[in-house]
């Protein structure tokens, strides 16, 4: 999957604005102030209509919450926090080795071709 997405074609600027971009994602989510967060209107449409949750409702908001280490709240917010959050941290840091291990095989296949 991952050599689909970050082929080792790319040119070492490429790689590392993806890099950087992809190390800004968890920046972004601590920079949202959760307290803020919790007092937004839903934008779901599933809520909006039937008025009813679904098991996806309130991640964003354990999400943000367990970035702050406040689990707690996460728990309250979507209890399948405790599956999905380890699984995003997991998957982030695959894409961050991913794109550091490309770069560094393409600057080391430069520098031989040199």
């Not at 934008?43 to 098991?55: A, R, S």
């Not at 406040?70 to 794109?99: E, M, Q, T």
Request: proline residues 3%.
């Amino acid at each position: 999957m991952f050599k689909a997405i970050f082929s080792l074609k790319d040119n070492s600027i490429s790689c590392k604005l993806r890099l950087a971009g992809i190390l800004l994602i968890p920046a972004v989510l601590y920079a949202i102030d959760p307290s803020w967060l919790n007092n937004q209107n839903s934008l779901w449409l599933i809520i909006n209509v039937t008025g009813h949750e679904c098991y996806g409702c309130g991640m964003t908001r354990a999400i943000v919450s367990a970035m702050h280490l406040k689990f707690r709240d996460a728990w309250n917010f979507n209890r399948l926090v405790v599956i999905v959050f380890p699984l995003l941290i997991w998957v982030w840091i695959r894409i961050v080795v991913s794109l550091i291990s490309n770069n560094w095989i393409y600057e080391k296949r430069n520098r031989i071709i040199k």
